[in-house]
């Protein structure tokens, strides 16, 4: 699905959530145990294929939208959902478009979908759902009541990855600072960042169909992933990218594996393999450029982190240099290369601290 379906199905989305004029009418016809056919547009083109029926040209209601279903002809709003335009019209479609369902409502609701630019909505009295259309996107509406006990339980389950995530973070930061980092530990934070991502990526999905009833969830979904892209994305800098590839490539990557293949290390060292080169050793030593700590660094922008890497080239050639050399090589006033150097002597501190409590 590309950007501007993407687009057009959030819009879509945005006037049927819960609470919403439309989705209130579409509940409405659910309870009278009706179905409906309604298409969000009433363009040339969708008047087009459209035969009979009568002109409303009124404001939309919840009331008027579910008296109007009690006819069998389908309902035509304009784009916004806002006004009612044509009542128990039948629709027309191309009969040779694609379509999966089988049902004569859903059909053909699939069939405008994908000849018209528009978004179609479908309500079965048999089934008791709400189905939208748009393009070759298919979406089934679920209950309320569904989708928070569902997105609770996804929170929950972040919370626990989350808390993973922060530990082979830790881990990776204390091995960095000893100098002692090897694919294992830096694969382990790639593999429960992504993990932590695909579970946020479905909560979101269940809070767009919330709405304003999805608020408060949505504020610890925030919570949880913050930093958790920004930390993938520094990882596969500082380990993965090269003449080969870019960190972009890395999620790609990432994203592309199946569940199972997740869970193991060993296949995620496969796909991470350099593509030039023998496959990745879990145990293999390797070194950090230092993009991840130095944005850890209070009052260091990402320029100057750019100018030390280049310059360095890792980590620890930063960490052993004199704040004389670093302000000299990168540019930088004593007073800032001094704040550099502090800042890594903290953090070496602190995770000192850490692994020891």
């Given at each position: ?9 959030g819009a879509l989305l945005a006037q049927v959530v819960p609470g919403s004029a439309l989705r209130d ?276 922008t990402s320029e100057v982190v750019g100018r030390l890497v280049d310059h360095f080239g890792d980590l ?42």
């Amino acid at each position: 699905m590309g950007a501007d379906e993407n687009r057009s199905l959030g819009a879509l989305l945005a006037q049927v959530v819960p609470g919403s004029a439309l989705r209130d009418g579409l509940e409405r016809i659910l309870r009278a145990r009706m179905g409906a056919l309604i298409v969000l547009g009433d363009g040339p083109e969708v008047l087009e294929i459209c035969s009979g029926g009568f002109h409303i040209d009124a404001e939309m209601s919840p009331q008027r939208l579910s008296e109007l279903a009690k006819m069998d002809g389908a309902i035509v709003l304009d784009r916004t959902g806002e006004r009612i335009a044509w009542a128990n019209v039948h629709l027309v479609p191309d009969p040779t478009a694609p379509t999966n369902e089988t049902g004569t409502r859903h059909r053909t609701a699939e069939r405008v979908a994908r000849c018209v630019d528009v978004q179609v909505v479908a309500v079965s009295e048999e089934m008791g759902t709400i189905t939208l259309y748009q393009g070759a996107t298919k979406r089934q509406l679920r209950p309320t009541d569904v989708l928070i006990s569902r997105a609770n339980h996804l929170l929950q389950t972040l919370d626990r990855f989350r808390a993973r995530f922060d530990e082979v973070s830790a881990a990776l930061t204390a091995s960095e600072i000893e100098d002692v980092v090897t694919a294992r530990d830096v694969v382990a934070v790639l593999q429960r960042a992504e993990m932590a991502v695909r579970v946020a990526d479905e909560t979101t999905e269940l809070l767009d169909e919330l709405g304003e009833h999805g608020r408060l969830l949505r504020l610890q979904l925030l919570e949880l992933m913050a930093g958790v892209r920004e930390e993938r994305r520094l990882v596969a800098e500082d380990y993965f990218v090269d003449g080969f590839r870019a960190a972009e490539d890395v999620v790609v990557r990432l994203a592309s594996l199946t569940i199972a293949d997740l869970l193991g290390l060993e296949r995620l060292a496969v796909v991470l393999a350099d593509p030039e080169g023998a496959p990745l050793d879990l145990e293999r030593s390797v070194v950090p450029r230092g993009l991840r700590l130095l944005r850890r660094v209070p009052h260091v922008t990402s320029e100057v982190v750019g100018r030390l890497v280049d310059h360095f080239g890792d980590l620890h050639r930063i960490m052993r240099a004199p704040v004389a050399e670093i302000a000299s090589a990168t540019g930088m006033g004593d007073e800032l290369a001094r704040s550099v150097k502090e800042g890594l002597v903290r953090l070496a501190e602190s995770s000192i601290l850490d692994r020891t409590s």
